[in-house]
């Protein structure tokens, strides 16, 4: 034993192979010297490898996608505007900005909006919501259904439905109610705030529902139960154990509507613009169409409504920072239970079926009929002209028509095969191989969800003016602003499915020799492809329909559907060209978000055969 440790110190070969002048033991000493240098390769070795490189890949690109706009914005907002470009530091366009008088009316209308919207938004949502999951009324799948379905209807077409419906001058139901009732002036105006928030809540009300129903559904109703046996009514159950329980989901749901109240841009731009009722989105927009450009002054309102959506993020997370004591659903004994309505089953569920009727079935239902007749018609209040296919045949003939469906169609796949792949990647990494850095990625990804759409399609432009990298007036820059403006919807997604995945069947395929890529091909993608296909066609639809950054970012070749809507309106357009284009819009889009639902009843069949 002591000739093998002689050896193994001093590197006992035959004399030959010593270099000339060297013995044993200086060999050995240099090895030992060289250890230092053998272990930072390989620590470097270990930070080259594959998972850390695609972590600093993704941060790269997501910071690069979210940090360069905001910073470019922030950088025009303390320049002075020469026209020419951002020049030396200043605060003039905060002066200009913010001393017009009007300012406090901006902020007070866009604050009232939001949250109005998000209120009104919240209550109709939350009404479906324990419908649908807390009660055995008839229809829930009917009500799930149509709740998905309001996502193929873009927020342009929506409110220019209302304005058929309910403006004073045209609006059908006005007049019928003036023929019902013997009334001399229109009972209902949609061009007030009461006006707007109706129409955007209308929209997004089953938004709502669909982000507050999985907490409903994990709701333990043996908690309420016990707080009964122990004494408490109704009210002091709902107050002080359902409320508490249901406080993060409620607060997730009230912060998102509140955020999507200030980022909307259709609404305020068809309502509110003829209304004189003046938010941020649209004087942002006016300030840069202007002549000249005032994009320093864009700018230093963006920070504003950028300034309040990341208050309100704040104030959530501060309120739900110990998300652990929310938790209702801690083993397998768990079993969510459905209240028993008796004989209140079927009216409960007309009510509800009433309310998706009226606010989502009666606007389609105008779009379709006004699609039919050129000039304006008004159901069941006067005899209109003969039906005709006159205007789709104008829309379908249009050119720049089909060029946007060109231009709306391939960005709106290439936004949605991007994100589906990179958040894919980010969630791997986030959950499986650095969870440490599982809230850094996460928090990136949803930054996006704060920054209005107007802000970001605002800031890219300034940012790609400054920059040397030819994407303006391209689709190219369009798609950054897609990719941009999707990200959190996708990480959730990816998100969601990874962690329904067990580990070890990774770890499993790397005892077996597959390599990353091939655990990536033949385990992750087949498993993971419902979810992600899901996570696909939802970015898809919200990239056709998107209009708040495109407005800001399409030139004369890239017009896409939602900015030829708008133009065509506000052009003069007949009323039914408008509606026709409206419905040749919604179709498709309906077609894709039932594929939608089919793929999620398949994931649930497959969660319920896991689960027995």
């Known amino acids: 034993m002591a000739a093998a440790f002689r050896s193994t110190v001093q590197g006992t070969v035959s004399p030959r192979a010593y270099p000339a002048g060297e013995s044993g033991v200086s060999v050995a000493n240099n090895r030992l010297y060289d250890l230092p240098r053998v272990a930072t390769v390989g620590r470097l070795a270990a930070l080259a490898s594959l998972p850390n490189l695609m972590l600093v890949g993704c941060v790269v690109v997501v910071v690069w996608l979210v940090f360069v706009p905001l910073s470019a914005l922030l950088y025009n907002a303390f320049t002075e505007d020469t026209g020419f470009g951002p ?8 002066i200009e900005a913010y001393s017009s008088w009007h300012i406090p009316g901006l902020l007070w209308n866009s604050v009232v909006f939001a949250l109005g919207t ?14 649908v999951e807390r009660t055995d009324a008839p229809g829930a799948s009917l009500f799930h259904v149509m709740s998905l379905l309001s996502f193929a209807v873009p927020g342009l077409l929506m409110a220019m439905a209302w304005i058929f419906v309910f403006s004073p001058n045209i609006g059908w139901g006005n007049a019928a109610l003036k023929t019902t009732f013997g009334l001399s002036e229109a009972p209902l105006n949609i061009y007030s705030m009461a006006g707007m928030v109706w129409a955007l809540s209308s929209h997004y009300f089953p938004l709502a529902y669909l ?8 709701l333990d109703l043996r908690m309420e139960e016990a707080a009964l046996m122990a004494g408490a009514s109704y009210r002091q159950v709902f107050a002080k154990v359902t409320l508490p329980l249901l406080r993060p989901a409620i607060l997730s749901a009230l912060l998102l509507l509140f955020v999507m109240g200030m980022a909307s841009y259709e609404v305020p731009r068809l309502i509110g613009r003829p209304a004189r009722i003046d938010v941020f989105t649209t004087d942002i927009q006016g300030a840069i169409i202007a002549a000249p450009p005032a994009f320093g002054v864009a700018s230093a309102l963006g920070l504003a409504l950028l300034a309040i959506c990341v ?15 929310f938790a209702t659903v801690t083993g397998k004994g768990y079993r969510p239970a459905r209240i028993k309505l008796g004989r ?8 509800i079926g009433a309310m998706f009727t009226f606010a989502l079935g009666l606007p389609v239902v105008t779009l379709l009929w006004q699609s039919f007749f050129r000039n304006l018609a008004q159901p069941f209040v006067s005899t209109p002209a003969r039906a005709t296919l006159e205007n789709y045949e104008f829309i379908l003939s249009y050119p720049i028509f089909l060029v946007a469906v060109k231009t709306s169609v391939l960005l709106a796949a290439m936004a949605a095969t991007i994100v589906a792949g990179l958040t894919f990647v980010m969630a791997w990494i986030a959950q499986r191989s650095l969870p440490r850095y599982a809230l850094i990625l996460d928090a990136l990804a949803f930054a996006p969800i704060a920054i209005p759409g107007v802000i970001v399609g605002a800031g890219i432009l300034i940012a790609y003016l400054m920059l040397p990298i030819p994407i303006y007036n391209t689709i190219w820059i369009l798609l950054v602003a897609y990719v941009t403006l999707y990200l959190p919807y996708g990480m959730r997604f990816a998100s969601s499915g990874i ?12 005892v077996s020799g597959a390599g990353l890529a091939q655990t990536f091909t033949r385990i992750l993608l087949p498993l993971l492809a419902p979810v992600l296909l899901a996570g696909w066609i939802y970015v898809f639809v919200l990239a056709v329909r998107e209009l708040g950054a495109s407005i800001f970012l399409v030139g004369p070749g890239t017009h896409v559907l939602g900015t030829i809507s708008l133009t065509m309106r506000e052009e003069g357009g007949s009323y039914g060209a408008v509606a026709a284009l409206g419905v040749i819009q919604i179709l498709p889009l309906i077609v894709i978000v039932a594929g939608l639902r089919s793929i999620e009843l398949r994931i649930l069949r497959r969660a319920q055969v896991q689960q027995s």
């Open 87 to 94: 020049g030396a530091l200043s605060l003039d366009n905060f």
């Open 211 to 218: 982000v507050l129903g999985p907490a409903l559904r994990a």
């Open 499 to 510: 962690a329904q995945i067990h580990r070890e069947l990774e770890e499993m395929a790397a």
């Open 311 to 325: 208050l309100a993020v704040f104030f959530y997370r501060r309120a739900t920072q110990h998300a652990e004591s």
């Open 118 to 131: 998000a209120l009104a938004t919240f209550v109709m949502g939350a009404l479906v919501a324990w419908v």
């Open 344 to 351: 209140a089953r079927w009216p409960v569920a007309l009510g």
